[in-house]
């Protein structure tokens, strides 16, 4: 069967570097769970080196051509094939409940919602590993006070112990991308339980960031919070200003508050 077509709506950039794949899928501990998801995985440039791995591998992929090719050229994925989108698809309908980790050359069009929905299902995924747009894979593992740190930054750590793992370079691809790639690993905290109200949570790290230039005063306004927090010396600062434990701790403050 003749290769796959990359698609640009699908923002398919196909890896071509061997050793490359195979770097990424060794990023995979392997340790807390038995199978893995990959997303996106083209024509399996990355999928021939976790099927070598002792692990239950399976590829959700929407592009129907990719399908068909994965399904002609990588018999081990009999079965194993997921055709669906991953941002719209119940990983439990595979996984019923069972710990998995994710793995992807992700399309960079939708990488940042992957990681979002990857948060969703946190309770059963302890590693999440893959290729975003450098600034992307940076900005998940950044640190407070730099101005990429955000919203992405805050809620993958607070549950996730993030690393940023290597550079990849734009000839290695094909088409090559108009950016350079990074590829990182989340691997989910012992404890991943927040100790204040996880959905307040969320609302509190958005709400800030979408003022980031505002001091927390200003930004979390919409809150409604009471005249005695409002003067609490936290709330001078930015919303980059925070770690993930100031942000816990704001959290906290505002649930003693009444919200």
Do not use: W
């Not at 923002?11 to 071509?16: A, N, Y």
């Amino acid at each position: 069967m003749e290769k796959v077509k990359a698609k640009k709506h699908l923002g398919q950039h196909f890896l071509k570097d061997e050793s490359i794949a195979k770097a990424i899928a060794d990023t995979l501990s392997l340790e807390g769970y038995n199978d893995v998801l990959e997303i996106g995985p083209g024509m399996g440039v990355l999928t021939q080196y976790l099927l070598d791995k002792p692990t239950n591998t399976y590829v959700i992929e929407i592009d129907t051509e990719s399908v068909a090719y994965l399904d002609a050229n990588y018999p081990k994925l009999k079965d194993k094939i997921i055709s669906k989108d991953f941002l719209k698809y119940d990983v439990n309908e595979i996984f019923e409940g069972k710990q998995f980790a994710i793995i992807g050359n992700f399309p960079y069009n939708i990488s940042t919602q992957i990681v979002f929905r990857t948060l969703e299902f946190r309770h059963q995924i302890p590693e999440f590993s893959g290729m975003f747009q450098k600034e992307v894979a940076e900005r998940i593992c950044e640190k407070k006070g730099s101005k990429t740190y955000g919203i992405l930054s805050v809620l993958a750590q607070a549950f996730y112990d993030a690393e940023y793992l290597f550079t990849v370079d734009e000839h290695v691809f094909n088409p090559p991308p108009k950016v350079k790639s990074g590829v990182m690993r989340l691997r989910r905290k012992e404890d991943y339980s927040l100790p204040c109200g996880e959905k307040l949570f969320f609302t509190v790290v958005k709400t800030a960031f979408q003022q980031r230039r505002k001091t927390l005063r200003n930004s979390l306004k919409t809150l409604n919070l009471s005249d005695n927090l409002r003067e609490d010396k936290v709330l001078d600062l930015r919303p980059e200003q925070l770690s993930v434990e100031d942000f816990i701790a704001l959290t906290q403050k505002i649930e003693a508050d009444g919200i």
